[in-house]
């Protein structure tokens, strides 16, 4: 894959790569979906090489294994990027890819199948079903031994677990080839009045959100015009608690599927309930790479209250400006989701995300010690006022 290898960093969020995107629950439907994109593409006058985005907790394995042909139907290279998550089922794109990429803020998952549910049938049909899918999950594990690094042992030993892997694992483990981290260039600060700069149409104005799909904000931003500045607005996430409930539904689907069941009735629903808490934070790192790829001197705006993950990708914004009426909400107390049965995982699985919110907030501002210390002890809220001393902004519009 040497043309991939010649790419610079920001070329791989760059229109010299045909982008696709796989998002969400995995199943049969999805799949063809990219493959339907990748012939598409492979038709088109001068095709470029291919890059696959994944955003996905998994799916059902019987569909999944039909990933594993995905590479064969191309003659344009194909390379995967992990530029948000990659769980379960996903994880065979992602492995069985030639070329695999992953960003500073991406997070892989590998763990052994699941059966879930309520299976109304004798011991002699339960049992012949748990070998069926028990040998589909040996290509698997063959394949995970074929291409990385793993050792047999140590690998089996991981998916007994449901740990999150960040991109120094990933990249140790051979789960992916090779790191990237967007160049952020600082533009010169442009002499506008906020108040008329708000008001003007030559502006890109862009709306975020930690809830926004991979393939929407890509498109946004390609949308911007190089000439004029961007305003980035952002809104806060409400945590259903309700959600934790569907996600792990969700996740004990992962790598089995009822064969009487409709594929209509495919999970497309997961993809709108799975929205906790601790995939809004995989998604709000996953914006940090969107930002830092806009060329445009870049501002931000808080005109509502905000929660602390969706802070943290305006974090590499330009200017921050917040009206005086909102409020930085600190609620990590609340914000992680037990992927694991072991309580052991679920604190490894913590203690990284925490790891990483917090190393943010003291490179990127002026937030005392014992407030990012307790960001995941206290219940914070942060005025403007605060925020300005504490660097979570540069200006305050008074209203």
């Known amino acids: 894959m040497d043309y991939y290898n010649n790419l610079k960093d920001n070329d791989f969020y760059s229109d010299k790569l045909k982008h696709l995107y796989i998002t969400g ?29 994944i955003s996905s907790l998994g799916g059902i ?11 064969k139907i191309s003659k344009v290279p194909i390379a995967t990027i992990v530029d948000n998550y990659c769980f379960s089922i996903a994880t065979i794109l992602l492995i069985n890819s030639p070329y695999r990429i992953m960003t500073k803020y991406g997070f892989c998952l590998l763990h052994e199948y699941r059966i879930s549910g309520y299976i109304n049938d004798g011991r002699h049909t339960i049992l012949n079903y748990i070998n069926k899918i028990d040998t589909y999950f040996k290509s698997i594990i063959t394949l995970y031994l074929n291409k990385t690094k793993f050792k ?4 089996y030993e991981l998916l007994e677990h449901n740990l999150l892997l960040d991109y120094k694992y990933c990249l140790k483990k051979g789960i992916v080839n090779r790191i990237i981290d967007i160049e952020y260039t600082k533009k010169n600060k442009i002499k506008e009045n906020i108040n008329s700069l708000l008001s003007n149409i030559n502006v890109n104005n862009i709306n975020i959100t930690c809830n926004i799909l991979n393939e929407e904000i890509d498109n946004k931003i390609n949308l911007i015009k190089e000439n004029y500045p961007t305003i980035i607005y952002t809104y806060c996430n409400k945590i259903n608690k309700n959600n934790n409930k569907d996600e792990n539904k969700n996740n004990n689907k992962d790598e089995n599927k009822d064969e009487n069941k409709n ?11 799975i929205k906790n808490s601790m995939i809004l934070i995989f998604n709000s790192l996953n914006l940090i790479t969107k930002i830092k790829i806009i060329k445009t001197y870049k501002y931000s705006i808080i005109d509502i209250p905000i929660s602390i993950e969706n802070l943290l990708p305006l974090l590499y914004t330009n200017k921050i400006i917040m009206y005086s009426h909102s409020y930085i909400i600190c609620n990590l107390l609340y914000a992680f989701h037990n992927y694991s049965l072991l309580l052991e995982d679920n604190i490894i699985n913590t203690k990284m995300i925490l790891k990483k919110i917090k190393e943010i907030l003291k490179k990127k501002t002026k937030m005392p010690k014992n407030y990012i210390d307790n960001i995941d002890k206290k219940f914070i809220i942060i005025d403007a006022k605060q925020a300005m001393k504490f660097g979570l902004c540069h200006q305050i519009i008074i209203t």
């Open 25 to 53: 629950f995995i199943n049969s439907s999805k799949i063809d979906k990219l493959i339907e994109d990748i012939r598409n593409a492979n038709i088109q006058e001068n095709p470029k090489p291919i890059l696959i985005h």
């Open 152 to 155: 047999k042992d140590e690998l």
């Open 61 to 71: 394995l019987e569909d999944g294994l039909k990933l594993l042909s995905i590479f």
């Open 263 to 273: 594929d209509n009735d495919d999970n497309d629903n997961d993809d709108n309930n």
